[in-house]
C-alpha cells in the first residue's frame, strides 16, 4: 500500500494544554492535502494519579466530561475546514492507547506534539515517540510546540528532507518522502551520512542510492543528494540548520541495533525542532511495481 493509500484516516494524539497545536496544524495540512479524516485521541493514563492502579470514578467521569466537550469543540473546528472527525477517550497510557485506536481505525498515520526544547519534555516524548514507533502499524509524526520558532524553524515552501538509511524500513520512509514532497510540492532533498571508510576512499555513493531506493529526479519532484560525514544525528541536524527543512523523515526499524535503551530515533526526536516522521518497516507485502513511477524495485 502506498502512502497516499494508506493516509485515509489521521490518528492526532490530543492533551488539550495547548501543546499539540503545532501537531494540530500539520495533521489539518495533512488531511486537508490527502482528503483523510482525522480521530482525535486523548488517553487518560492512571500513571497521573498516583499509586493507583486506575483512575477513581469520580475523577474520571468529570475528566471526561470536560474532555468530550474540548474534544467536540475541536471536531467542530475541523469540520468548518471540511475536516470529518471523530474522538476517542481510553483510559491507558499513550503509546498503547495511540497504538490501538490507530489498528482499529486502520490509520495510516498518527501525529503527536512534543513539549518543545525547554526542560525535560523532549527527553520524555521522545522516548514515548520512540516507543511508539516501534510497536505502531503506520508512520509516526512528531512535532515540536516550539517548531515555528528559534532560528532552525521551516522556511515556508521548505524543502522534504529524507535522511537515507540502508535498513528494512528505508523503501518505505523513501515511498512517503515522496509522496509528501510532491503533494506539497517541494523539492526533495535525500541525506547520506557517509561511513568512515567512503569517506577516506573520497567515495560519493549519491547515485547509486537514488537509484537502490527508486528516487530519481522527474518534473514533479526534483531530487537532490546531499553527503555529510560524522555521526548520524550530528550530520542531521546540520543539514537542519542548512537547508531549513519542512519536514525531516526517516526510516526507523522496529528494533533498535544501537547500545542502551534507547537509538538514534529518540535522540533525533528529542532534539529536533524540525517535525520528524519515523516510518516504521512496510508490515504488508510491498509490490514490486514503482508507486507513481517513483519506488522501484528495493
Known sequence: ???????????????????????????????????????????????????????PDQVLDGLTDNTRAALDKMAGELLREGIHSHSEIRQTTVAQM??????????????MGAKGSEGAGPVVVGAVAEQLVRMAPCPVLAVAADWNAGPHR???????????????AAPAAAASAYSLAETFKRPLLVLHVRTAAEASAF??????????????????????????????????????????????????????????PHGTAFTLLARSRVPVLCVPPETKHMPLAQENGVLAKV
Open 98 to 111: 495511540l497504538v490501538d485506536v490507530a489498528r482499529r481505525h486502520n490509520a495510516g498515520l498518527i501525529v
Open 203 to 260: 567515495l560519493n555513493p549519491c547515485e547509486t542510492r537514488l537509484e537502490e531506493f527508486g528516487l530519481r529526479p522527474s518534473g514533479h519532484v526534483p531530487v537532490e543528494c546531499i553527503v555529510k560525514d560524522g555521526a548520524t544525528v550530528d550530520a542531521i541536524m546540520s543539514a537542519i540548520e542548512m537547508h531549513h527543512p519542512a519536514i525531516l523523515v526517516v526510516g526507523v526499524k522496529r528494533t533498535s541495533g544501537a547500545p542502551g
Open 1 to 55: 500500500m502506498s502512502f497516499r493509500e494508506g493516509l485515509k484516516t489521521i490518528v492526532l494524539a490530543t492533551e488539550l494544554d495547548g501543546q499539540e497545536e503545532g501537531a494540530l496544524e500539520y495533521a489539518r495540512k495533512l488531511a486537508r492535502a490527502y482528503d483523510a479524516r482525522m480521530v482525535l485521541a486523548y488517553s487518560v493514563d492512571p500513571v497521573h494519579f498516583a499509586a493507583v492502579d486506575a483512575v
Open 154 to 168: 521551516p522556511h515556508p515552501g521548505g524543502p522534504v528532507l529524507l535522511a537515507m538509511e540502508r535498513n528494512e
